[in-house]
Structures are given as C-alpha cells and as structure tokens.
C-alpha cells in the first residue's frame, strides 16, 4: 500500500509560483507512474502532469506546458510539481496519484493510491 501526502498548496498572486510535494511511504516507487490532478469547484478531476518514476518520462497537459514541471527524488520517495507563470484558471485542489499500471496517463482511473488534496488558489 502506497501512502501520498501532498503539500505546498496556497494562494499566490497570478504570475507567481508555488512548488507542491507529494510524499510517498509504503512502498518503493520504481515501478510506479506518479501523476498530479486538479479538480476546481463543479468540475471534473483533470489531468496536470505525470512521469514515469523509472525512466523519468514526463508527460503535461497542453494547458501547462511550459509553465508547470513535475520531478522527482529518488532518495526522499517524493515527487514534486513546480508551477510557474501562475493563472487564475489554475486554482483547483490538487490531487497526487500513483499507479502501477498505467497505460494513459491522463486517465484518473488508471491511478491505484491518490493523496489527500492541496489547495492552490491564485488570485487576479
């Protein structure tokens, strides 16, 4: 069992920057895609970014492109998703998700463990 703690929500101003974190316990994560998700208020859970934990492979919506950047430490089991250029739109709760068998990325369903949520709200 795979255990996810996000962290580094908020509010910030539109333009700036946040990095959040998402711990995992239980269990190694070489064999695992990580994915980040966001819902907003009456709206779907959308795919953000994801990357394979062994290649390193990552992958964006095309909404984040350029702006948003998801890594990886391997020595802290910890997964994180630097945003940049920060846009009103992009305030939702953000969701950490890990999954063993996942053959699109960008489908939530696809995803076995899910985090708690952080809050990121920027303002206009």
């Known amino acids: 069992q795979v255990q996810l703690v996000e962290s580094g929500g908020g509010l910030v101003q539109a333009g700036g920057s946040l990095r959040l974190s998402c711990a995992a316990s239980?269990?190694?994560?070489?064999?695992?895609?990580m994915g980040w998700f966001r819902q907003a208020p009456g709206k779907e859970r959308d795919f953000v970014a994801a990357i394979k934990w062994r290649s390193g492979n990552s992958y964006y919506a095309d909404s984040v492109k350029g702006r948003f950047t998801i890594s990886r430490d391997n020595a802290k089991n910890t997964v994180y998703l630097q945003m940049n250029s920060l846009k009103p739109e992009d305030t939702a709760v953000y969701y950490c998700a890990a999954g063993t068998v996942v053959t699109f990325v960008g489908n939530p369903g696809g995803y076995n463990h899910w985090g708690q949520g952080t809050q990121v709200t920027v303002s206009s």
């Open positions: 239980g269990r190694t994560l070489n064999t695992y895609t």
